[in-house]
């Protein structure tokens, strides 16, 4: 799943089965045979990231932590640009959509659950604000990878600590 992650911040959503195979130093026929297709293999790699983003999400254990999970590893706006492209993708594809939905309700229901815990007296009610802040750091990263100003990471914790100061 690595291999298909690196190729795609190489080559965007052109990106072939045989271009995964050599990312990572197998045999064509053995992704081929294993998924079958490009949209298999991006399934499958949706379910891995998925389990493994919602439980980074959890391990964090506080709001910004939580959402810098996304962030980490994303340091070339080319790389960036590229995900967003097979992002662009994906989402016109019924079935990648819909795993990117169930990715979505994984991700809101563990930040829900860390507002809902949280002492911020002004917020709005935890689905709402977990809503807003994932939000948030969705477009600071789409505006970043337009304008890349400074780190990723240090932006969107910028930005995720302004709105919390001002519910605390």
Same mark, same amino acid.
């Given at each position: 799943m690595a291999a298909c992650g690196r190729t795609i911040g190489r080559h965007g959503p052109g990106f072939t089965?045989?271009?995964v195979a050599a990312e990572a130093g197998v045999a064509v026929g053995t992704v081929a045979g294993?998924?079958?297709?490009?949209?298999?293999?991006?399934?499958? @790699?949706m379910a891995a990231?998925?389990?493994?983003?919602? &439980?980074? @999400?959890?391990?964090?254990?506080?709001i910004t932590a939580a959402v *810098?999970?996304?962030?980490?590893?994303?340091?070339?706006?080319?790389?960036?640009?590229?995900?967003?492209a097979q992002l662009g993708v994906d989402l016109a594809e019924p079935a990648l959509r819909d795993?990117?939905?169930a990715m979505r309700v994984r991700v809101h229901e563990v *930040?829900? &659950?860390?507002?809902? /815990?949280?002492?911020?007296?002004?917020?709005p009610p935890p689905a709402q604000a977990a809503r807003?802040?994932?939000a948030l750091a969705h477009g600071a990263a789409l505006d970043w990878a337009l304008n890349p100003a400074g780190?990723?990471? &240090?932006?969107?914790? /910028? &930005?995720?600590?302004?709105?919390?100061?001002g519910w605390r």
């Open positions: 089965l045989a271009q294993r998924f079958g297709s490009k949209q298999n293999l991006l399934l499958a @790699m990231t998925t389990a493994d983003v919602v &439980d980074r @999400m959890r391990a964090a254990g506080t *810098l999970v996304g962030t980490r590893g994303v340091d070339d706006p080319a790389t960036a640009a590229q995900h967003l795993a990117f939905a *930040l829900t &659950d860390l507002f809902a /815990a949280a002492d911020l007296p002004v917020a807003i802040i994932a780190s990723l990471t &240090d932006l969107v914790a /910028a &930005d995720v600590a302004a709105v919390l100061a």
